[in-house]
Each structure stands twice: as C-alpha cells, then as structure tokens.
C-alpha cells in the first residue's frame, strides 16, 4: 500500500481481538518509532513495550476517562521524555508516537494513541504519577501517551476525502 493510501486507511481503533501482537510486529512498530525525526536529531525520548495482562489494566486506570480500552489491549506502547533535558520532548515523542501507528496500520494492525500528560484521576494524582508507579520510570521522566496496538475487532470506515476540511489550508498568510 503506498502512503496516501495508509494516511486514509488510518484510523483510531479501540477493539482489538484476543490475539497477540507477534514479535516481528512489535520490533518493526519500535523500529519506525526510534527512525522518527527529533529536535536536533537528539533522540532521547524512551519507550516501555507493555504486554503484560495485569499492567495494561493497571495502565486503563492511570485516568478518569479515555483509556479504559486499554485493558483489552494485547499491546501498549508508553512514550516517554524527559523534558528537563529536551525542550521538545513533547513533539518529538508525538512524532514518534504517529509513526509507530502508521507502522502498525501498515501492519493491518489497529491503533490508538491515549493522552497522558495533563491527565490524571478525580483525588489530584497524575496519570504521570500512576504509569511511573507501574512502570518503574524514573522521575526525571514523564509520560506523553500511550499507543495501544492489536489485532483490529471492529471496522473503520477510510476517511472520507469529502469532508477535508481544505478551508483550513492558507497559502502565504491566513
């Protein structure tokens, strides 16, 4: 499948079936993400693979609302930065978060990326907080997302050319 294609056939999934993500698959998601262009081509952003059961659910709890689907989840993808030591850990880990869903689509894997930062649960604790406690991620490091990645249980329609919103593209000034 050439890009414009795989750009259409991407979409967010958040049903996946039972069935494990094999070992090549993963090595080739990882492979697409540590190939991300950074800032300054400093790649210093970190990623802990999680297929571990009782982790992934644990993960589902990290906040209130938008990542309960990871439970079900035969993968998850944490992505990580450190933002004391890049200004632009934040880009860089959301770059490398896009390639690794467009690797695994490419793969006829489904995907979807759970917000992290800025999230947290009703009593004040971060999700930070939760995923670091789960993960052993050391302090100096902070969580992005979550990309959660498997075998797709449910259908997505492609994007439909019709509805691009072209009004929002300006050539030379807004």
Excluded at 91 to 116: P, T
Aim: charged share 25%.
């Amino acid at each position: 499948m050439d890009f414009n294609e795989l750009v259409q056939l991407r979409r967010s999934h958040r049903k996946f079936t039972a069935q494990e993500v094999d070992g090549e698959a993963v090595r080739l998601i990882m492979r697409a993400a540590l190939m991300a262009p950074t800032s300054k081509g400093q790649r210093n952003w970190q990623f802990v693979v999680v297929d571990d059961k009782a982790s992934l659910e644990k993960l589902a709890d990290a906040k209130d609302m938008g990542g309960q689907f990871l439970k079900d989840a035969p993968l998850a993808i944490a992505v990580l930065g450190d933002p004391l030591q890049n200004d632009c850990w934040i880009e860089d880990g959301s770059i490398a978060a896009i390639s690794m869903q467009y690797q695994a689509e490419a793969l006829g894997l489904g995907s979807c990326w759970v917000q992290m930062r800025g999230r947290g649960l009703a009593d004040g604790t971060t999700a930070d907080t939760v995923i670091s406690g789960i993960l052993q991620i050391p302090e100096n490091m902070s969580c992005l997302c979550i990309v959660a990645v498997g075998y797709k249980a449910d259908e997505r329609k492609p994007q439909n050319e019709d509805k691009l919103k072209w009004e929002n593209v300006h050539l030379n000034a807004f």
